[in-house]
């Protein structure tokens, strides 16, 4: 792997350091942990610069969804490591007096970890976090697309953390292929649905299990609102929800969005004013707004909306400007259901609106699709609420606000079916980086014969008994058998 990625360290480098149990101390996790947190401090106008050259993202927006985030992640962690880490007890049948038993996490050993352009500081160093909480070696791959923040990390954090457990390695998509070749202990990868299969299909050469976090479209259903107040609010979340993160490029930002035809309009009328107030006149030359990662990306989100039936259902915004790889946030009324619009994952500043004649059809027009990565829903109907969470799937779902449910790490991240599988933030970060190992402690004492060949009746009774944990029969049943060994050499003697 050396000579093929031209690297100054190996693979088995890093086998060898967990081989050699440094990383399973609670000291060096936390020593770890800490040195993140300074590196997160040290160096905070260097990621806003990194970020501003990436995505054109506001220091405040950096902070929210990248530095914040990591910050938060690692002082949870850090106050928490100690207890996740230590031994759980096991609750143990009856049957097996005497013994004990326990649940022990133990790393998985050598992880590997894909982070992702929208996000590239934050997503790289969030799953971190969980893979040194669980006392796992690392390498990074961050993503080739936001090169700024790559090159940040891969100077960075030798400075800061073990460069003997923990490694970053840049690259393209060559260099993430040889990467995949490699037998890992785990894979952790954010990113699009295609790429997500290639990693998979890579990792089950192996039988490496893997983690994708993934996305799709992620609706928002919008129950009609009377209360002019309401609806301010609810435009405010969703416009901040929409654009707010990345413009949109994010995977669990609003992809579009469902309502009755009767609040339609009061809908549109609240979002281009809330816009306004946001982003500003011209919103597309502001620096509330992050821009279009790249000419292809920009390209791809021009194409969506030039389509003929989409072009025409635009009721605000849509300019795009190619010189800054910016686009206006946008609305789309009703566009073709089998346009590129309502059938691929966004990603961009486009928010399509959806009419439905009674918004209790929400639920089937979603299910109709693949299962998105986070469903959100503004209804103050608690009837409708039960409905919305039986009858439909995603990795999420959030109730009267947008985005906010990626910030609690007492909740768990992740999708289901195409939006992905496997979870983190918090101690969930710490359990996919972990195996729980099951320990059964033992005495020699009290052995008992019924376990043991020859079979008969008796032995057949009792494992029926044993898998019933019906204590008392068991009793009977061994003192009958007791007593009548006993009558038995009596009676011969």
């Not at 401090?41 to 985030?69: F, M």
């Not at 635009?314 to 609305?331: A, D, K, R």
């Not at 009290?446 to 029926?464: A, G, H, S, T």
Request: proline content about 5%; overall charge neutral; glycine content about 8%.
């Amino acid at each position: 792997m050396e000579a093929e990625l031209g690297l100054g360290w190996s693979l088995a480098e890093l086998r060898q350091t967990f081989s050699c149990g440094r990383t399973k101390s609670l000291a060096w996790r936390k020593a770890q942990l800490r040195a993140i947190l300074e590196l997160i401090h040290d160096n905070e106008q260097k990621i806003y610069e990194a970020l501003r050259l990436d995505l054109g993202k506001h220091p405040v927006e950096a902070y929210r969804d990248e530095i914040g985030v990591v910050e938060k992640s690692a002082n949870y962690s850090l106050s928490c490591v100690e207890k996740w880490m230590s031994p759980k007890k096991g609750h143990i049948p009856l049957l097996f007096f005497p013994s004990k038993g326990e649940v022990l996490p133990e790393p998985l050993g050598l992880v590997l970890i894909f982070g992702s352009w929208n996000f590239p500081i934050s997503l790289v160093l969030d799953p971190l976090i969980g893979a040194i909480s669980a006392g796992n070696t690392v390498v990074l791959k961050p993503s080739e697309l936001s090169s700024a923040s790559s090159a940040f990390l891969a100077k960075t954090i030798p400075l800061y953390l073990d460069s003997n457990a923990i490694k970053v390695i840049e690259g393209g998509a060559n260099v993430a292929e040889k990467l995949l070749q490699q037998r890992w202990d785990k894979i952790f990868f954010t990113g699009s649905p295609q790429v997500g299969r290639i990693v998979m299909s890579a990792a089950a050469k192996h039988l490496t299990p893997v983690t994708l976090e993934l996305g799709g479209k992620c609706p928002i259903i919008i129950d009609s609102f009377s209360d002019p107040s309401d609806i301010k609010v609810l435009a405010k979340r969703i416009a901040g929800g929409k654009w707010g993160p990345c413009c949109g490029q994010a995977c669990i930002a609003i992809d579009y969005a469902l309502v009755e035809h009767k609040f339609a309009s009061t809908l549109i009328e609240f979002l281009k004013k809330t816009i306004a107030r946001l982003y500003g006149e011209d919103p597309k030359n502001t620096r509330n707004l992050s821009r279009i990662v790249n000419k292809r990306h920009f390209d791809r989100i021009r194409k969506i909306l030039e389509e003929p039936g989409v072009a025409v259902s635009i009721v605000h915004g849509g300019s795009l400007n190619e010189n800054n790889l910016t686009i206006e946030p946008t609305i789309l009324l009703n566009p073709p259901l089998d346009a590129e619009i309502m059938t691929e994952e966004i990603f961009g500043p486009l928010l399509p609106i959806i009419t439905l004649t009674n918004i209790e059809e929400s639920i089937e027009f979603i299910n109709a699709r693949p299962k998105p990565l986070a469903l959100y829903a503004f209804t103050k109907n608690e009837k409708f609420k039960k409905q919305i969470l039986t009858d439909t799937s995603s990795g999420s779902v959030t109730f009267n606000d947008v985005l906010v449910e990626f910030a609690c790490d007492s909740l768990p991240f992740g999708g289901v079916g195409q939006s992905g599988f496997g979870r983190y933030h918090g101690k969930y970060s710490f359990e996919t980086f972990s195996h729980d190992k099951a320990v059964l402690h033992r005495s020699f004492f009290f052995d008992l014969e019924f376990r043991y060949p020859p079979w008969n009746d008796l032995k057949m009774k009792f494992v029926r008994l044993a898998y019933n944990f019906d204590y008392l029969k068991i009793v009977i049943l061994l003192l009958g058998d007791k007593l009548k060994k006993t009558f038995t050499s009596g009676h011969l003697n």
